[in-house]
């Protein structure tokens, strides 16, 4: 501890060496004589308990662990979040759905991997899966126009973030499900506290540092601000000198440098630099414990009477399925048809399906490992699969009589989603530490990134048109009104004879397709926009099949 000054209500002490305890040297002002032994033993007691007072001072939580190493490079962590700010601004402003929507994404995992390994964090290779299905997700937005799909997408892609930066923190390989999601609540409140830890840690960097380094940089700025009026000036003279320059450059005066354009584009560029910061903030906090306690203390005795009892339920049940619905054997109730019979219960066959998930997980969590359990565990599994089943084809004869909507294709959807997931609960009924949470992040985002690039609208659209014949007045609506610009070509296709669209519409074709126009894509989309940043695939497409139709 050579050198350092310690100081308590004025008096400053400086210690030579650990050996040389007893060498202190006081400002005169504060030195009595030599003589008086009993000052200079005061002196070292007091020293001493100066010592331990330091010693003793809590660390601040902005400066525990990891977060010393980023107050430290406090300028070099902050100026890396303002870029990303930055490029999040660009990105994003006046464009939700545009074609620098995937940059943005692939800026916000770069930044992340680079404060990683900046932090000296082991890069794990489980997370390039989840970075290579946030980008896939992110060029699904610039290839669709629907407004739902895009709202799962960018929630998808938050809730992808949030794992990444959890997986690559903590050991989470053996997580179930439960923990998973629990820790993930704990570490966003995290993110949340962390919001003021910028201000803290540029502070104390700030006062330790020597800012004669930094000269070069407040010089930059004294040059950007000189130059200011000189490009004011000059981008005058310029434009009145080019109609075409000068054009552009009022365009740009009243749409850039606008009162609430900049105080809009400073705020988002301060949410993505924080965002991002605090991001990682949040993780060094480490209020995560990594490893999860079990639970499995329970005996299993009432566990196996409760689901027996279930089990034997879904095995009479199931039974009926198989004869009634799928060979179709056995006497109805009076009154009721084969049809009828078949296309109700969907929905409730689903949310039962996904109440015998949670069961099962909730007693592989609590109770003891029993062999019979794991059996009775297993039948329910399996019944579940017939309900599964019985659902999808229920909804299959549905959809064949009331033809494709957005919530039928969600259903099919998640039916065939949640059979594989039942397949990793099977497997973790006899392997205790199969790592569930994983399978199901993985299945989730393969059948996501699926379900995303097939572009719902579409594939009902597809569907319907088959069906042109037998639309009522609702499905016309439903067709040209519900469904986004993904379906435009495959409707307007669809539309071209005109006796099929004068069923519907008596306006005429050329007054049709105006409306239509003024729905879908002037609603949503900036038609010949000089902004490349908000191209997007669907709108385009959709934008030339109306040219195609005829429309100017």
């Known amino acids: 501890?050579?050198?350092?000054?310690?100081?308590?209500?004025?008096?400053?002490v400086k210690i030579e060496s650990q050996e040389e305890?007893?060498?202190?040297?006081?400002?005169?002002?504060?030195?009595?004589?030599?003589?008086?032994?009993?000052?200079?033993?005061?002196i070292?007691?007091?020293?001493?308990?100066?010592k331990k007072e330091i010693k003793e001072a809590p660390v601040p939580a902005w400066r525990r662990g990891k977060q010393e190493v980023i107050t430290q490079n406090f300028p070099i962590f902050m100026g890396v979040a303002l870029a990303f700010g930055i490029l999040y601004t660009f990105c994003m402003y006046k464009n939700s759905s545009g074609i620098t929507y995937p940059i943005m994404i692939g800026g916000i995992y770069g930044v992340l991997a680079w404060m990683i390994r900046r932090l000296s964090i082991e890069w794990k290779r489980e997370s390039c899966f989840l970075i290579v299905t946030a980008v896939l997700l992110g060029i699904a937005v610039c290839r669709t126009a629907d407004p739902l799909l895009i709202m799962l997408i960018k929630t998808a892609e938050f809730l992808l973030v949030v794992i990444f930066v959890i997986h690559q923190f903590y050991k989470d390989?053996?997580?179930?499900?439960g923990k998973y999601l629990s820790s993930m609540a704990v570490y966003l409140c995290c993110v949340i506290a962390a919001v003021v830890y910028p201000f803290f840690q540029g502070n104390e960097f700030f006062k330790k540092v020597n800012l004669k380094k930094y000269r070069t940089v407040s010089r930059v700025f004294m040059g950007l601000a000189a130059a200011l009026p000189i490009l004011l000036v000059a981008g005058f003279l310029l434009g009145r000198a080019d109609v075409v320059f000068g054009s552009m450059v009022v365009h740009w005066m009243e749409t850039v440098l606008n009162v609430w354009t900049i105080l809009i584009m400073v705020s988002m560029t301060a949410f993505g630099a924080f965002g991002v910061y605090c991001l990682i903030c949040g993780a060094c906090m480490d209020q995560i414990s990594g490893e999860e306690k079990t639970?499995?203390?329970?005996?299993?005795?009432?566990?196996?009477?409760?689901?027996?009892?279930?089990a034997l339920l879904y095995l009479f049940f199931s039974g009926i399925q198989v004869i009634y619905l799928f060979l179709g054997k056995g006497s109805l109730p009076e009154g009721v048809t084969y049809s009828s019979y078949a296309r109700q219960g969907f929905f409730q066959l689903l949310f039962v399906a996904v109440m015998n998930l949670v069961m099962v997980l909730m007693n592989l969590k609590f109770f003891k490992r029993?062999?019979?359990?794991?059996?009775?565990?297993?039948?329910?599994?399996?019944?579940?699969?017939?309900?599964?089943?019985?659902?999808?084809?229920?909804m299959v004869l549905y959809v064949g009589e009331y033809h494709l909507t957005y919530l039928r294709v969600l259903v099919l959807?998640?039916?065939?989603?949640?059979?594989c997931m039942m397949v990793g609960v099977v497997i973790l009924i006899y392997r205790n530490r199969f790592p569930l949470f994983g399978w199901c992040l993985v299945m989730i985002s393969v059948f996501f990134v699926g379900f995303s690039y097939m572009r719902p609208d579409r594939v009902i659209?597809?569907?319907?048109?088959?069906?042109?014949?037998?639309?009522?007045?609702?499905?016309?609506?439903y067709m040209t009104q519900a469904l986004s610009a993904d379906a435009v070509p495959v409707v307007l296709e669809a539309l071209e004879d005109d006796a099929v669209l004068g069923r519907f519409y008596s306006g005429g074709r050329t007054e049709f397709l105006k409306e239509y126009y003024r729905w879908v894509i002037s609603k949503n989309y900036q038609v010949g926009a000089a902004d490349f940043r908000t191209w997007n695939l669907s709108f385009e497409k959709a934008i030339q099949s109306f040219r195609n139709g005829g429309m100017e």
């Open 1 to 12: 501890m050579s050198g350092k000054i310690l100081e308590k209500e004025g008096k400053m």
């Open 21 to 42: 305890i007893g060498n202190q040297k006081i400002p005169e002002h504060q030195v009595k004589p030599e003589k008086q032994n009993g000052d200079s033993s005061q």
């Open 44 to 50: 070292i007691q007091e020293k001493e308990d100066i």
């Open 173 to 177: 390989r053996e997580w179930s499900i």
């Open 295 to 310: 639970m499995r203390t329970h005996e299993p005795v009432p566990a196996i009477t409760c689901m027996s009892a279930i």
């Open 370 to 394: 029993s062999n019979f359990l794991n059996g009775v565990l297993t039948v329910i599994c399996g019944c579940t699969y017939v309900m599964i089943a019985s659902a999808a084809y229920r």
């Open 413 to 419: 959807w998640f039916l065939l989603l949640l059979a």
């Open 461 to 477: 659209a597809d569907y319907n048109v088959v069906h042109a014949g037998e639309w009522s007045d609702s499905d016309f609506t």
